[in-house]
């Protein structure tokens, strides 16, 4: 269930200038520009020979003698290659350009990130948000059954797919970039070769807003550190924003994540939250790695039985078509105010008007009584 747009999204991001030849020496025209990373560009790209469409991510010149992010976007495309999921943008070829410039070849994909989806639509219903997770946690079971971990979840890098460009059907979540994965030994024959190059022990690996708490203080991390961004997406799926969205600085950002608790999404969310999901939430966002979901499968299995009875919800009450459970209500956040102002006011219950009227005759009743002896005091025999 995933509820579209409705606006064209073909070739959404692209940019049709073209500055030279770009993919120079290989069996690939590049067409248009389709994004430009921090190390790498992508193009929409034909192949000469069979006139095939493609996308092309092609590592910048100024980092063509980088060894590591040449070891890196390897690794990428062998991690890509070995992984045939609906869910994971599929690549085909690899290769280098004139110039040495290293670049993988993915299929066309036609639409958004995840990141622009949100931005345009605002926070998702529950079953639309959870729609999105069950096929983000769906790749991640496939990545992590060869020994692959992501470690670099986050909206930007999951693509929100028009399957052929047909814009109204329902979008494809894909997830991209594999450039900071990493390859756990001895899960898998088909588990891709580790980076050949060393690297710092204790090297921060990530996004800083989508660090689990583990890689953000440089500690071991395992297919459960991917659940932890996978769970702040989900947050922001429901919310609008991430839940240390009020903290800019990248220091203070890893200090979030190491120790503050999140408040549930239910606080902050436009649509009610069942108290289940907020659970849930809360749980993928676990500092402790031993208490979260302890894989994709597990967390996966959770949300379907939300959305069970999510929509069974619907089928029993018709008018409550928001994703809600029947019945269910959820508690205000609470609201600082000071003594006597309009916040504290608003939040005294209210008297039925029956009990009003109640309390008014008894009071009149008490005043008639005491105003009767005071006139007519009560006079004692001689």
């Not at 583990?214 to 989900?234: K, Q, T």
Request: glycine share 8%; hydrophobic share 45%.
């Amino acid at each position: 269930m995933f509820e579209p747009l409705g606006v064209s999204l073909v070739n959404a991001d692209a940019d049709d200038s073209l500055e030279g030849a770009p993919l120079a020496g290989s069996r690939y025209r590049a067409l248009a520009s389709l994004g430009r990373g921090g190390t790498a560009d992508v193009y929409e790209a034909e192949h000469i020979d069979l006139g095939k469409i493609v996308a092309v991510k092609v590592l910048r010149s100024e980092f063509v003698n980088d060894a590591q992010l040449v070891a890196r976007l390897r690794l990428d495309g062998r991690s890509l290659g070995a992984l045939d999921h609906p869910n994971i943008v599929a690549v085909m070829d690899s290769g280098e350009t004139s110039d040495g410039r290293r670049f993988i070849v993915m299929e066309r994909l036609w639409g958004h990130t995840l990141k622009r989806e949100l931005a345009l639509r605002g926070p998702f219903k529950p079953r639309d948000a959870i729609a999105v997770l069950r096929q983000l946690l769906s790749a991640l079971c496939a990545a992590h059954g060869i020994g692959i971990v992501h470690r670099d979840i986050k909206p930007d890098n999951l693509f929100l797919h028009e399957p052929n460009g047909i814009v109204g059907g329902e979008p494809v979540l894909k997830v991209l970039d594999f450039n900071f994965a990493k390859v756990v030994r001895g899960v898998s024959e088909r588990s891709p070769a580790p980076l050949t190059i060393s690297t710092d022990q204790n090297e921060i690996v990530g996004t800083p807003r989508y660090l689990s708490p583990e890689a953000a203080r440089g500690l071991h991390v395992d297919h459960r550190s991917d659940l932890y961004p996978a769970g702040i997406v989900l947050y922001e799926l429901l919310v609008g924003h991430d839940p240390f969205s009020d903290i800019e600085t990248v220091g203070e950002l890893i200090r979030a994540h190491a120790r503050l608790l999140p408040a549930p999404p239910s606080y902050s969310s436009p649509h009610p939250i069942p108290a289940r999901l907020d659970a849930a939430v809360l749980k993928m966002l676990e500092k402790d790695p031993a208490k979260r979901f302890q894989s994709a499968a597990e967390c996966v299995a959770e949300l379907e039985a939300i959305d069970l009875e999510l929509r069974a919800a619907e089928d029993l009450s018709p008018a409550m078509h928001d994703g809600n459970l029947a019945g269910s209500t959820q508690p205000a956040p609470p609201e600082a105010f000071e003594p006597g102002s309009k916040s504290e006011s608003s939040i005294r219950p209210r008297l039925a008007p029956s009990l009003v009227m109640v309390l008014v005759v008894l009071v009149t009743a008490v005043v008639v009584v005491l105003l009767g002896l005071w006139l007519f005091p009560a006079r004692t025999a001689p």
